[in-house]
């Protein structure tokens, strides 16, 4: 049971991101992110108590898949339904936004980590307070990372983000990477499939 967890942590995938990250300094950094909301005024506000509902109730609903799929199903769509009045909150909205405004770069998303593009180098050590969203299911994401090495881009489109950097998630809630992990499992799981559709289509 172990090893099959660690397998959905292990691997990763190339991923349509929007992204923002700011450095922060080593002091910010272990801190903490909920003392980092609490300075912005984010930690009691309606958005991060919406945010951690939210990787909580899709941890749950993955479990209840295996159970009862259509149960499930029923209550993805009262989520659903939920949500689209939820994203209407101005707090809500404009965090979205303020991501969804940026351009997406394809990026290589894993469970403990992740490669961006960046505008220009960072060294190693470099702390980051990081916010993406993922655009094949709309899941926002904020943690912070600590930059492991430089690299090159996962994809090389773009001149005006020349450099790119292997980071290290660091204080993710451990709801939140589930959601994560759920994500990245999905993924493969469909590329998987839509492999197998093709292999048959040819033979």
């Given amino acids: 049971m172990n090893s099959g967890r660690e397998n959905r942590r292990s691997f990763?995938?190339?991923?349509?991101?929007?992204?923002?990250?700011?450095?922060?300094?080593?002091?910010?950094?272990?801190?903490?992110?909920?003392?980092?909301?609490?300075?912005?005024?984010?930690?009691?506000?309606?958005?991060?108590?919406?945010?951690?509902?939210?990787?909580?109730?899709?941890?749950?609903l993955f479990l209840l898949k295996g159970e009862s799929s259509r149960v499930a199903e029923c209550l993805a769509l009262l989520n659903d339904k939920l949500n689209t009045v939820i994203e209407q909150f101005p707090d809500l909205r404009a965090s979205k936004a303020s991501?969804?405004?940026?351009?997406?770069?394809?990026?290589?998303?894993?469970?403990?980590?992740?490669i961006f593009a960046t505008d220009k180098p960072y060294a190693a050590g470099t702390k980051l307070a990081l916010r993406f969203l993922l655009a094949a299911d709309n899941r926002y994401i904020e943690t912070f990372c600590n930059v492991v090495r430089d690299t090159e881009p996962v994809d090389e489109s773009d001149p005006a983000k020349p450099f790119a950097v292997a980071v290290e998630f660091q204080g993710m809630k451990p709801a939140q990477k589930e959601i994560l992990i759920q994500h990245l499992f999905n993924r493969e799981s469909e590329t998987l499939r839509m492999r197998r559709l093709n292999i048959e289509a040819m033979s």
């Fill in 12 to 60: 990763r995938i190339r991923e349509t991101v929007y992204l923002k990250y700011e450095v922060i300094s080593d002091r910010e950094f272990h801190q903490g992110l909920d003392r980092r909301k609490i300075r912005l005024g984010a930690s009691s506000g309606i958005r991060s108590q919406i945010l951690d509902l939210d990787t909580r109730f899709a941890e749950k």
């Fill in 99 to 114: 991501l969804a405004s940026s351009e997406p770069q394809t990026c290589e998303v894993g469970a403990d980590g992740m």
